[in-house]
């Protein structure tokens, strides 16, 4: 009943009706509607999504490609959206949301994990069974899935480096297979996009036996790294890639921008490359900032900044499937 009157209230440009049959295969606490970036996003501001899917299983994933397939609307994964910004207008499409997708499992020196799994909860296994490997990993706020398919690394480690096994659902055939990690053609946070149109489903990570004493130091260090370099306040990390190895903050420091504000959201005091929101801030406060770093760093030092965040929603859904 509740579900009834919800369709009839947010009626996204007809996708919520054209859904209204498929989605019956899924349980109500697994579809929402209109559910704005406060409630899902790291960054905490921006659009809605019009429909999301919360898949809890590999089964959830099998039933809900096929009607992504067949959408004439963009679909997209999202895991924590930690690395999504979506646009004040809000995203009218399918959002596939894994994060309640989750289990994490030890055998010998590897570890697997479902796409929706924390890294730094995958971390914390590993350090218990005395892996080592993802040290360097522990705090970014992604979900395995997220990691793998954005390519994620911090302080010289790159989660490819650990890779054994990808297993995806192919959107297109509606297939499952497995991916080697060395079959990855992997980039500086770079998948090349071979997972477009593809599901991650769980991924297998080779690790090595290590001190638990001395992992737990070297995850204290990162930690402590991470707490005295970025900003606690609700960002989607670094905004822009490096460049030749040199973070973006250093030249939108040098640039004189560090807290420039915008609406509710600034350019870190703490680390130039984070925009953070102070409390209300929305998408388009985000990107106004983001292009006033870009263009002031290419006007001072002709350097064009790439964006290391994805940003979707009307206007950028040539990031989405069923788009290309
Ligand atoms: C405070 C903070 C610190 C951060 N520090 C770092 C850092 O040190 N290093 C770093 O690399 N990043 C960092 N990030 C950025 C971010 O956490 C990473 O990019 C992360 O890998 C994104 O994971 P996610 O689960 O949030 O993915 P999302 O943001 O939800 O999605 C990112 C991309 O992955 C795709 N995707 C997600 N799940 C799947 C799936 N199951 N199958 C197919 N595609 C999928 C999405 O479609 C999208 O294209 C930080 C972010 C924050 C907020």
Not at 83 to 96: H, Y
Not at 176 to 193: A, H, Q, S, T, W
Not at 249 to 272: D, F, M, P
Request: proline share 2%; hydrophobic share 40%.
């Amino acid at each position: 009943m509740q579900r009834v009157i919800f369709l009839k209230i947010f009626d996204c440009g007809g996708i919520i009706k054209l859904l209204e049959k498929e989605l019956l295969a899924f349980d109500a606490q697994s579809v929402k509607y209109c559910v704005p970036s406060s409630k899902f996003s790291t960054y905490g501001g921006g659009g809605s999504l019009s429909i999301s899917v919360y898949a809890k299983s590999a089964s959830d994933l099998l039933k809900i490609a096929p009607i992504a397939k067949n959408l004439d609307y963009p679909f997209i994964v999202v895991g924590a959206c930690s690395n999504i910004l979506i646009d004040d207008g809000g995203f009218v499409g399918l959002t596939i949301m894994t994060r309640t997708f989750t289990g994490v499992t030890v055998s010998g020196s590897t570890i697997s994990a479902n796409a929706g799994e924390r890294l730094t909860k995958i971390c914390n296994v590993a350090a218990h069974a005395g892996l080592s490997g993802l040290e360097s990993l522990y705090g970014i706020p992604a979900t395995i899935g997220g990691a793998v398919a954005t390519n994620a690394g911090a302080f010289g480690t790159e989660i490819s480096e650990l890779i054994e096994i990808v297993e995806v659902l192919d959107i297109k055939t509606n297939k499952l297979c497995k991916i080697m990690g060395g079959e990855i053609p992997f980039k500086y946070r770079n998948v090349d996009r071979i997972f477009e149109n593809k599901i991650i489903l769980s991924v297998v990570l080779k690790l090595k036996p290590g001190s638990k004493d001395v992992i737990d130091r070297r995850i204290k260090a990162v930690m402590e790294m991470r707490a005295n370099s970025q900003p606690q306040a609700p960002s989607l990390g670094c905004v822009f890639k490096k460049i030749n190895g040199v973070s973006a903050g250093y030249y939108i420091e040098k640039a004189g921008l560090k807290g420039a504000t915008i609406g509710n959201a600034q350019i870190s005091r703490i680390h130039a490359n984070f925009i953070i929101n102070k409390g209300g801030g929305n998408a388009n406060d985000y990107i106004q900032l983001l292009n006033l770093a870009q263009n002031t760093v290419y006007r001072k030092f002709g350097i064009m900044l790439q964006k290391e965040i994805l940003i979707i929603g009307e206007g950028h859904n040539h990031n989405c499937w069923n788009y290309l």
